[in-house]
Nanobody
Framework: QVQLVESGGGLVQAGGSLRLSCVVS????????MGWYRQAPGKQREWVAD???????KYADSVKGRFTISRDSGMNTVYLQMNSLKVEDTAVYYC??????????WGQGIQVTVSS
């Protein structure tokens, strides 16, 4: 079955950096559009960034210039490099994969906490 497993979250001070990783198994990684979403306490899940199969990247305005999404097909992994972190970046971050039929797959989520 398809599995997405996130890692790399944790506690960091404002201005710091973290790199999230998401390893995908059970499906052909190169055929997936990959993305990251996040959900802060009391808020709806929001889109953060996408990287599609062609390599095009898109970012939410709130993270543009601070976050970088990338993928390594050899490792079946998508990354989210997060720099200049702000308190408002605190959330549970979810890895997302979408296949050619628009079927979505989700990771279990990983906590990122940014302290002031």
């Amino acid at each position: 079955q398809v599995q997405l497993v996130e890692s790399g979250g944790g506690l960091v001070q404002a201005g710091g950096s973290l790199r999230l990783s998401c390893v995908v198994s059970g499906i052909i990684f190169s055929m997936l559009d990959m993305g990251w979403y996040r959900q802060a306490p009391g808020k709806q899940r929001e889109w953060v960034a996408d990287i599609i199969t062609g390599g095009i990247k898109k970012y939410a305005d709130s993270v543009k210039g601070r976050f970088t999404i990338s993928r390594d097909s050899g490792m079946n992994t998508v990354y989210l490099q997060m720099n200049s972190l702000k308190v408002e970046d605190t959330a549970v971050y979810y890895c997302n994969a979408r296949d050619y039929s628009a079927q979505d797959y989700w990771g279990q989520g990983i906590q990122v906490t940014v302290s002031s």
